[in-house]
């Protein structure tokens, strides 16, 4: 079970509970045993409290005496109708247990009833742990597998999905947002179940002593589940409020944490504080309300049941002073009351836990439910080694509808060839490059291989071919050995090594404080540039891709750092098949073609020096970029 179900995954016809339930299906028989459990307890806490009737007896008269009668409507003569039948079953238990306690002297009828009693609640208690643990289990390995899918999905999930999305929002949702399903699966349908059936049991008692005290004390229910209702409404919709609140604080926390150096930069601290205290107040206040709201559950439910007790002990006062009913009994049926009252309470109290569950469960599916690119990623053929070329023909794309950034471009990566993308920023030549390693289907056209459409390709095998390398390198808080064996986790480490070296990074790799071993922090920001790109380099040259992708793979480099670099991107395309997207076109003199870009369409194309002669956008571009290097270089 270490992939997502796809049954659980992508079934939005079910509601948010039962969809949160699901994931209990795999382990029925831990449920089993936990509900077994649960009903034993249930039952013996009902055995506990009807051994007070014969205790009290015993304890309070001196010779044991037969079950006492209680007034009932039903007539004496004629065939017993319910009400007898409830009665006579109350009379004959209470018989069977008076004959095993009413047994020898007084002292020992007190030692015997002690015992069952002790035994009783041993017994409740143990059935009670047994179920607390597995109900834990099942809640925390819920958990674990709604986290895991989450997790998962989210890694397969397209490229598009992220533009928009906040990084600390995204994160809110699969630490914060399945936190808050704590005791809303598993938690909330065990105490249900538990306290469900002491209430039934309960029932079960007080009606047998009592039919017409029963029906008295239950007058209040109604009004007590109106309120429940109506509170559940108002605790849904405080709760959804409040994660997002919690979504966007953590979005805000991770923006101002990785831009620091732009927050300081500009002085905005004390603005990112502002506008972190705006979302902090926001969920401040609704934390309150939301808890006020829930606080009322309880005293609400408390103080109906204390209605309950003083209609009970008004009513059977009157009945036990007029002979009707022996006080032991009118002690058990307040006591069964009292024990019905805290379950009905803590199922009350559930409402809130269910209602914040089921606003984070649905704000859950939402990614859930979103297509992923799992069909394309397991499904289509396996592609073998490219042998003719990589064509556009006539691709359209956009990011957004009604708004493209690709039109109907027509371009051919032949194999072994080195093609260069250049033009005005803007113009669409890294969206090419994502659509060639098909991070995003185009709307219209196609690509092809060797005249094969690329979707026929099963994806996760077509990005095995690539190797990407971009002007903002993604290193990992992890060694540097293992950041290089990225893309190739089977490597030994003298395969890293002879890659690090190909890449120009061997040197300043044994120069660090523990070399291949070293921790270079989140996003590598303990290394430089320079340094960042060339373990980029070294871990495209260790995957040996078939095809590379240099997306301004030196732009933002120092001239000594480009020369470096540059020197292992020729060593790297060397007998590859190359698209390399470059601002700066004296990277890209030794291209074996070079497109020129603008507003989505190719309006050149050829070698360095047939553009140079034919004028036009890259002449254009690279006079201007030869006139700054000239201002540049003035002394």
């Known amino acids: ?70 007034e009932m409507s039903a007539p004496e003569t004629g065939e017993p109708n319910f009400l007898d039948r409830a009665e006579g079953w109350k009379d004959r238990s209470l018989s069977r247990a008076r004959g095993w306690l009413d047994r020898g002297e ?9 015992m069952a009693i002790l035994l009783a609640y041993f017994l409740k208690n143990l059935f009670d742990y047994i179920q607390a643990y597995l109900v834990h289990y099942l809640e925390q390995r819920s958990l674990y597998d709604i986290r895991r899918d989450l997790y998962s999905h989210l890694q397969r999930l397209p490229l598009g999905f992220f533009h928009g999305q906040q990084t600390g ?11 808050t399903l704590k005791g809303a699966i598993v938690g909330a349908t065990a105490s249900l179940f538990r306290n469900g059936l002491m209430v039934i049991v309960g029932l079960i008692i007080i009606f047998a002593i009592s039919w017409k005290l029963s029906l008295l004390t239950f007058l209040i229910v109604p009004i007590n589940a109106l309120l429940m209702r109506t509170l559940g409404k108002l605790l849904r919709r405080d709760s959804t409020r409040i994660q997002v609140r919690m979504g966007e604080m953590a979005g805000a926390i991770g923006e101002t944490v990785t831009g620091a150096r732009v927050v300081k930069a500009f002085g905005r601290e004390a603005d990112e504080v502002k506008r972190f205290g705006y979302f902090n107040l926001d969920y401040f206040k609704s934390s309150v309300r939301l808890r006020a709201l829930g606080a009322l559950n309880a005293p609400l439910s408390e103080m109906l049941g204390s209605l309950s007790v003083v209609f009970i002990v008004g009513y059977g006062g009157v009945q036990v002073l007029q002979g009707n009913m022996e006080a032991s009994h009118l002690v058990l049926f307040v006591v069964a009351v009292l024990s019905i009252v805290g379950p009905l309470r803590r199922i009350s109290e559930l409402n809130q836990i269910v209602q914040e569950g089921v606003a984070a469960g649905e704000r859950i599916f939402q990614i859930l439910d979103e ?12 592609p073998g080694p490219l042998s003719e070329a990589i064509r556009f023909e006539n691709v359209e794309f956009g990011y957004r509808e009604g708004l493209p950034v690709i039109h109907d471009l027509n371009l051919e990566i032949s194999k072994g060839q080195i093609v260069a993308l250049v033009g005005p920023s803007g113009g669409g030549k890294s969206t090419l490059a994502d659509l060639l390693a098909r ?46 064996a990225y893309g190739r ?5 003298e395969m890293v090594e002879e890659a690090a070296r190909a890449a120009r990074a061997h040197d300043f790799i ?45 732009s933002a480099l120092d001239t000594e750092s480009e020369m470096l670099v540059q020197e292992a991107i020729d060593r790297l395309m060397s007998g590859r098949t190359a698209l390399v997207i470059a601002h700066r076109l004296s990277t890209i003199h030794g291209a074996d073609r070079i497109a020129v870009i603008d507003n989505g369409q190719l309006v050149q194309e050829g070698r360095h020096d047939e553009l140079m002669a034919a004028g036009g956008l890259y002449r254009q571009l690279y006079e201007m970029q030869f006139a700054q290097q000239e201002k540049v270089d003035l002394p």
């Open 169 to 179: 929002v995204l994160i809110s949702r699969v630490v914060n947002d399945v936190n």
């Open 510 to 554: 044994l120069d660090a404080p523990e070399g291949y071993d070293t921790i270079i922090g989140e996003r590598g920001l303990q290394l430089s540039g320079g340094q960042r790109q060339r373990l980029a380099i070294a871990r495209a040259l260790l995957k040996d891709p078939e095809i590379l992708i240099f997306d301004e793979a030196t």
């Open 1 to 70: 079970m270490d992939g997502p179900r796809a049954d659980i995954c992508y079934i939005p016809a079910m509601s948010t509970t039962r969809r949160l339930l699901t994931y209990l299906k795999p382990y029925w028989r831990r449920c089993i045993l936990a509900l077994g459990a649960i009903f034993l307890f249930a039952a013996l806490n009902g055995i506990s409290l009807t051994l007070i009737v014969p205790f009290l007896d015993n304890l309070f008269k001196n010779e044991p005496t037969g079950p006492a009668q209680i």
């Open 489 to 493: 986790p089977s490597a030994t480490r």
């Open 106 to 114: 007084a002292r020992e009828r007190l030692m015997r009833g002690l």
């Open 371 to 382: 297509e992923s690119e799992r069909s394309c990623l397991e499904h289509g053929e396996v």
């Open 439 to 484: 991070f995003y289907e185009p709307d219209a056209g196609r690509l092809s291989v060797d005249g094969r459409d690329l979707r026929e390709f099963k994806l996760s095998s077509w990005r095995d071919k690539f190797g990407i390398v971009t002007q903002d390198v993604l290193l990992f808080n992890d060694s540097i050995l293992n950041n290089i």
